[in-house]
């Protein structure tokens, strides 16, 4: 007869009394690990359970492509003489009756100021002016200049006769050094703008792998609202304030108008900036990146999501969802 190991032996003895075998309790399966898990990282479920967050990034790149198309439609404005961007600028000048009529001899007068080379009209863009005469059209646009500023001023002398001046008002010449610096920062906002929404419409769907990429791409796309909304309110306030201030002035016949067209292009970009910052933002707090379920942290989300695959977290399995409404 063999030698009976103590833990038999001990077995045995409790057999013979009648108590049953207890089995030692099993550890609960690992939430990583399991033919349950296996199924939903597969490439269908991981899909299913990031549609939300794809959906949300593809929507959001569309509102920056939108962004970008009126951007540069205000980029090329008034860039030179073309039907489809003649009347795209931020303001306009008249001079066609620079003197006013109750001057004596005022038609002689504005009659003499065109053939020294002052024209009925001066328009400004982004980059440059165009100038012309009402019954022939735009005539000169000149090349367009980083920083650029328009400078009534310099502009009008330097087209008059050698001698020859223009005398324009004290408020006029008071807000050039902050039509400059208005300017010139204008332009800075949205050139700044435009590249970075390209780099967030090409970029966005790295964002689907992790929330964490939420984190750079709501900065950037929030720097980038900061800058298009500036840079539109900027021209906005310059043109209205131009506007009113040479009109205000009895002096001179001078008529003002503002680009409508390029006040609209400007907020519709800044809207389609706007938008998909949101989206960024919202993005590190909500819908499941590919990184969130195949670490577990949004297991519930996906057995929602996909009735027929059964999560496990712990000991405990989520049953699918037909299980979870009974």
Known sequence: MGVTSLPQFVRSRRKGHGEKDVAAP?????????????????????KKATRARRRTIFIASGFYFISIIFLILVEIGNTHDSPQIRDMYFYKLDLTDIIPVSVPNAVLINSIARSLGLHDFYQVGLWNFCEGYNDQGIVYCSTPERFYWFNPVKVLTSELLSGASIALPTTVNDILSLIRIASQCMWGFFMTGIILNFILMVMGPIAVFSRWWSLPFGVLSSVSSLLIVAGSGVATAMSVIFRWALTQQNELNIHAQVGIRMLVFMWVASLATVIPALMHSGLGCFCPSKRDVTTGRKSLFMSRHSPHLKVKRGAETVQPAEEEKS
Do not use: F, I, R
């Open 26 to 46: 099993s550890l609960p399966e690992s939430p990583l690990s399991g033919p349950g898990t296996d199924q939903a990282h597969s490439p269908d479920a991981l």
